[in-house]
T-cell receptor, first 112, second 111 residues
Framework: DADVTQTPRNRITKTGKRIMLECSQT?????MYWYRQDPGLGLQLIYY???????NKGEISDGYSVSRQAQAKFSLSLESAIPNQTALYFC???????????FGPGTRLTVL | GENVEQHPSTLSVQEGDSAVIKCTYS??????FPWYKQELGKRPQLIID?????GEKKDQRIAVTLNKTAKHFSLHITETQPEDSAVYFC??????????FGTGTSLTVIP
């Protein structure tokens, strides 16, 4: 089945470290999104991309960067992780024709 | 996000009763309103959506109503069951391709 996958699923890192979260999809969708989920705050949009090399900032892009080198892959980087970036991170995709977003399984990131 | 407000944040109902969750949005150009269900430890999944050209949509025990004038939409779950227990999120689009999500409603159905 076509799906959205994320690696790693869990990561513990230290303050100041660089970390990359990967997202891959086999749905053939053009649009990809990165969200952050914190308790009581719902899903906040970090970055989104409509096509290869297209990058757009979301609500909370400070401290994050992304790369869309291929249609199927959208990676999120934290150049210098800080403790308040501890959260659950979701990648999502959306096709051109439809409105539904399909989420990956999530990456739980802890910054000590 | 601040462009979508969702209430209540927590909701407990007895099995068999109805549950209603409400969201308001700020962008009058929004034309598509999805609801997502997130079970504990799992990813959000779409359960129902509505476009701005209709006022109500039903799918078995789930319905969504939309009031464009007041800029709010609601999720209605009837005959609730324990498996309906989850966090529910509404969302509304901004400028066509960004989605802002509500802060979520944690629904508990008490057997």
């Amino acid at each position: 089945d076509a799906d959205v996958t994320q690696t790693p699923r869990n990561r513990i890192t230290k303050t100041g470290k660089r970390i990359m979260l990967e997202c891959s999809q086999t749905k053939g969708h053009d649009r990809m999104y990165w969200y952050r989920q914190d308790p009581g705050l719902g899903l906040q949009l970090i970055y989104y991309s409509f096509d290869v090399k297209d990058i757009n900032k979301g609500e909370i892009s400070d401290g994050y960067s992304v790369s869309r080198q291929a249609q199927a892959k959208f990676s999120l980087s934290l150049e210098s992780a800080i403790p308040n970036q501890t959260a659950l991170y979701f990648c999502a995709t959306r096709g051109t024709a439809g409105n539904e977003q399909f989420f990956g399984p999530g990456t739980r990131l802890t910054v000590l | 996000g601040e462009n979508v407000e969702q209430h209540p944040s927590t909701l407990s109902v007895q099995e068999g009763d109805s549950a209603v969750i409400k969201c308001t949005y700020s962008d009058s150009a929004s034309n598509y309103f999805p609801w997502y269900k997130q079970e504990l430890g799992k990813r959000p999944q779409l359960i129902i959506d509505i476009r701005s050209n209709v006022g109500e949509k039903k799918d078995q025990r789930i319905a969504v109503t939309l009031n464009k004038t007041a800029k709010h939409f609601s999720l209605h779950i009837t005959e609730t069951q324990p498996e309906d227990s989850a966090v529910y999120f509404c969302a509304a689009p901004l400028t066509g391709n960004q989605f802002y999500f509500g802060t979520g409603t944690s629904l508990t159905v008490i057997p």
